[in-house]
């Protein structure tokens, strides 16, 4: 048994006992499966485990220490993925019935990038199905619950691998952040979750929800670790015409904190106008002091069209929804198992899709279909984009005056299961504050505001959205923060 404690190990800690030889990384493989398989019974983080082929890429690891070959910080780390993302050989079911038997045939783009770093796949975790949702409620096979709390939700739809790496299940994880499905689950289960700009990271290999809006992040247990995680992902594919090459330079990794102190962030009054409940609002004013004190500026913003942003998404994504989901008919990827039995092609369609689709995947399909019909498409989709628009303008407005913006990730803390999943229209509003950053293609980051020490304590993600491609902004305020809400 390795002579370290699984409880809060980062990605740069676990790198050091590795290099200083305090364990092995075929040990700590082996102890992270051992504590999955003992706790995941009560979280129900992961769908799958890749136990054989972990192991094996251990030992691997192993033998290149011994030999001293050039490792990066990521060698040997267990990292969890979440089930839209496909690693090959591997199940890659999006939380859905209808791919309930699907192998995944190659690798992400993602995930290619991780291997040539050598880190350890753990397994897949859960999520609501082909990513919508914000409770991991819709799974199409169980609930996750909350690490900090089991009568209550970890978010969605990313909510396996928050609540992996919340629970010490991994070291770090990747979601995907369409709405916010990132830094959601990151808020409500006290870890970091980074949404990096759009284009940043490719979304080769992810199974596809509203592809102008989907993109790849990291969650972790600190911003540092986000930033590894994130330098490691980046870059282009030949596969992906959308994921680009930026140079990022050194402060990616390497912030300058007197930098960062001259930065200027902008408080949104549309953030701070909306019912904020009572512990959210008073976590946010002590994020505000304790950086004020630091004699950081702060400037008043608005955003005046960021409250169309959720209507806004919610004709925009599902017309993606629909497009993207047609190819799934239960025929070219897997088929259920069904009690009837389909005489034509159309009643295996009907069949499997009826049987296979969740409750929330069949409304948005539907949804989707009715604003890209006939005399509709204009009326909806057509002027929905042209909102998109003015959201997007929005921020290039407030990002003149302004480097960073900060408010909350979310109005409430996590909520219990089942309190909002009969009523769609109050779930979708716990995206409120992430999905403007997602109509207009912007990095945004998730950092817990404390960490829940006392009894019957949630934790509570304050926000930090930065200008396109200056992740470098968002991580090095949020290690900054970290290092001051450490001191304290």
Same mark, same amino acid.
């Given at each position: 048994m390795p002579s370290f404690d699984l409880k809060n190990l980062t990605i740069k800690k676990y790198s050091e006992g590795l290099q200083k030889k305090e364990f092995t990384a075929l040990e700590a493989t082996q102890a992270f499966f051992n504590f999955i398989k003992e706790t995941d019974k009560r979280i129900g983080a992961y769908l799958s485990l890749n136990e054989e082929n972990a192991i094996k890429e251990s030992e691997r690891v192993d033998l290149a220490f011994a030999k001293d070959e050039p490792l990066g910080v990521l060698a040997?780390?267990?990292l969890a993925i979440k089930d839209n993302i496909l690693i090959k050989n591997l199940p890659a079911t999006a939380g859905s019935r209808i791919l309930e038997n699907y192998t995944a045939s190659y690798d992400a783009g993602v995930i290619q990038k991780l291997k040539s770093e050598r880190a350890i796949f753990l397994g897949k975790t859960n999520l609501d199905e082909f990513a919508m949702g914000s409770s991991t409620e819709n799974s199409g096979f169980h609930i996750t619950y909350n690490p900090y709390d089991n009568q209550r939700v970890p978010g969605g739809s990313s909510g396996g691998s928050a609540a992996a790496v919340a629970s010490d299940q991994a070291v770090a994880s990747l979601g995907s952040d369409t709405a916010g499905s990132v830094r959601q689950p990151a808020a409500f289960c006290g870890v970091v979750g980074l949404k990096p700009t759009y284009g940043a990271v490719s979304r080769s290999g992810l199974i596809a929800m509203a592809s102008s809006l #989907?993109?790849?992040?990291?969650?972790? @247990?600190?911003v540092e670790d986000a930033a590894i995680v994130f330098d490691a992902i980046r870059g282009e594919d030949p596969l992906d015409a959308t994921a680009a090459k930026v140079n990022y330079g050194k402060e990616l990794l390497n912030p300058d904190f007197k930098k960062i102190t001259k930065l200027t962030i902008g408080l949104p009054d /549309?953030?701070?106008? @909306? #019912? !904020?409940?009572? /512990?959210? /609002? &008073?976590?946010? #004013?002590?994020?505000?002091? #304790? !950086?004020?004190? !630091?004699?950081? &500026?702060?400037?008043?913003?608005?955003l005046p069209h960021a409250r169309y942003a959720l209507s806004c998404y919610y004709i925009i994504s599902p017309a993606e929804v629909s497009a993207n989901l047609a190819r799934f008919d239960g025929i070219r990827y897997s088929r259920i198992k069904s009690q009837s039995s389909p005489k034509n092609l159309l009643d295996i369609y009907l069949t499997q899709r009826g049987e296979g689709f969740g409750t929330e995947t069949k409304r948005r399909i539907i949804l989707g279909t009715f604003v890209l019909s006939s005399g509709y498409h204009d009326a909806y989709y057509t002027k929905a984009q042209q909102v998109r628009s003015m959201v997007k303008d929005d921020f290039v407005k407030a990002f003149k005056e302004v480097d960073v913006i900060l408010g909350p990730t979310t109005p409430t803390p996590a909520f219990k299961i089942g309190e909002k999943i009969s009523d769609p229209l109050s779930m979708y509003l716990s995206d409120i504050f992430t999905v403007p950053v997602n109509i207009a293609g912007l990095p945004s980051i998730s950092i817990p505001v404390r960490r829940p020490l006392e009894e019957n304590s949630l934790p509570i993600g304050f926000q930090l959205i930065g200008k396109a491609w200056r992740e470098a902004d968002i991580l090095g305020l949020g290690q900054f923060y970290e290092k001051i809400h450490q001191s304290n």
């Open positions: 040997g780390v267990p #989907d993109q790849i992040g990291p969650i972790t @247990k600190t /549309e953030f701070f106008k @909306k #019912d !904020l409940a009572k /512990e959210v /609002e &008073e976590a946010i #004013d002590k994020v505000i002091s #304790d !950086l004020r004190t !630091l004699k950081i &500026e702060f400037k008043r913003i608005s």
